[in-house]
């Protein structure tokens, strides 16, 4: 993940752990054990403040960046946490598991907040649309994925074939 305040990049280790590397010497600014198992994704809050993990440890964590301390979690989950991410306010983080499910949960308290999706198959990518209206999943296994709004329930067949999606400020 790209720092967006910082010349950084923040990578996700096979070991659990998190570097920070700085851009500018290419040399490893920080490293912190975050998880038990294999980092699957890190993303940053718009703020770069926080940074949010998804792990096969089967959690997820939001991170301060400047203590290098959990923030909220570990956000338990029924298997694999494949993707998270952060509404562009903060407030929120969706986070996607290995049992196909979606889940939001607030960021400050690290509490679900009882939305959940029952996806088709395992989703492997989640986001937010630039306004925080939709979710945006995809599961590469199958090619597959959706743009729902946050109160629809995704249709059981999507036949949008993805790669990527890329929502411009």
């Keep these: 993940a790209l720092s967006p305040i910082s010349p950084q990049i923040t990578l996700g280790l096979e070991d659990g752990s998190v570097t920070f590397v700085d851009t500018s010497s290419y040399t490893i600014a920080h490293r912190m054990d975050a998880h038990d198992q294999s980092i699957n994704a890190v993303t940053f809050a718009s703020d770069g403040l926080r940074l949010a993990t998804a792990s096969d440890d089967m959690t997820a964590s939001v991170w301060d960046v400047t203590s290098l301390q959990r923030f909220a979690g570990p956000l338990e989950h029924v298997g694999p946490v494949t993707a998270v991410s952060f509404s562009r306010d903060g407030q929120l983080l969706m986070t996607s598991d290995w049992h196909k499910k979606v889940h ?53 067949s999507s036949e949008a074939r993805i790669h990527s999606f890329y929502f411009k400020s």
């Excluded at 999706?117 to 994925?145: H, P, Y």
């Design 104 to 156: 939001l949960w607030r960021t400050e308290s690290g509490r679900a907040t009882g939305d959940t999706w029952l996806m088709d198959r395992e989703t492997v990518f989640c986001t937010f649309s630039n306004d925080d209206a939709r979710i945006v999943t995809a599961d590469v296994v199958f090619q597959k994925g959706g743009l729902y709004g946050r109160d629809e329930v995704p249709p059981s």
